[in-house]
Each structure stands twice: as C-alpha cells, then as structure tokens.
C-alpha cells in the first residue's frame, strides 16, 4: 500500500503563490493516479485536482482551474500541486491521496482512493 506525505504549505499574501509537494513511498506510487483535496473550516472535503499514472491526463474543480497546476515525478515518487494568484477562499488543509487505480472516470469520488495524508495548512491572507 502507498502510504503519502504532504508538505510545502504556510501562510502567503493574496496573490502569492505556494507549491505543494506529496512524497509517497511503496512500489506501486507511479501505477496510481494522484489527487489533492481540501477542507476549509466548517466545510466538507473537496476535490481539488488530480493526474493520472503517468502525468498525461489531468483534473481540476472549477474554482482552481487556470490557476493551479498538478504534476508528477514518478522517478522521485512526487506529486506537486502549483497554486498560483491564491485568494483567501483557498485557505484549508490540504491532503494528498492516492488512488486505487492508474486513472479513474470520476477523481471526485473520495472512495476512490485508499491512502491520505495528515494534510498542510495552506493560509492566504487578504
């Protein structure tokens, strides 16, 4: 099984930018498919981005797209997510999971992956 560790969060300005890193350790890290959720305070986990096994297909909730990009080094078994122009409404935890599958029809679904992380706190401040 995967087990993954989420680093490269802080406390940023509005309009700043963060990068994310997700170091996952067993041997099947490059057959999975890789996602980055959120949850804000008093919120429910959300879907934020995901990439297949090997980096050719990518996923992203609206309220991200064009200004985060998920990428991956599967010979470093990491997984980044680039967040760009951050707005305060980004602020939450952040968590790394690992899928089930090399790719899946519906990155959205939660029970799609099996490994989380303990999550980074990303803060933007206005």
């Known amino acids: 099984q995967v087990q993954v560790v989420e680093s490269g969060g802080g406390l940023v300005q509005a309009g700043g930018s963060l990068r994310l890193s997700c170091t996952g350790s067993?041997?099947?890290?490059?057959?999975?498919?890789m996602g980055w959720f959120r949850q804000a305070p008093g919120e429910e986990r959300e879907f934020v981005a995901a990439?297949?096994?090997?980096?050719?297909?990518?996923s992203y909730v609206a309220s991200v797209r064009g200004r985060f990009t998920i990428s991956r080094d599967n010979a470093k078994n990491t997984v980044y997510l680039q967040m760009n122009s951050l707005k305060p409404e980004d602020t939450a935890v952040y968590y790394c999971?690992?899928?089930?599958?090399?790719?899946?029809?519906?990155?959205?679904?939660?029970?799609?992956?099996?490994?989380w992380g303990q999550g980074t706190q990303v803060t933007v401040s206005s």
């Open positions: 067993g041997r099947t890290f490059s057959n999975r498919a």
């Open positions: 990439i297949n096994w090997n980096g050719g297909s990518t």
């Open positions: 999971a690992a899928a089930r599958w090399g790719y899946s029809s519906d990155y959205k679904q939660e029970k799609n992956y099996d490994s």
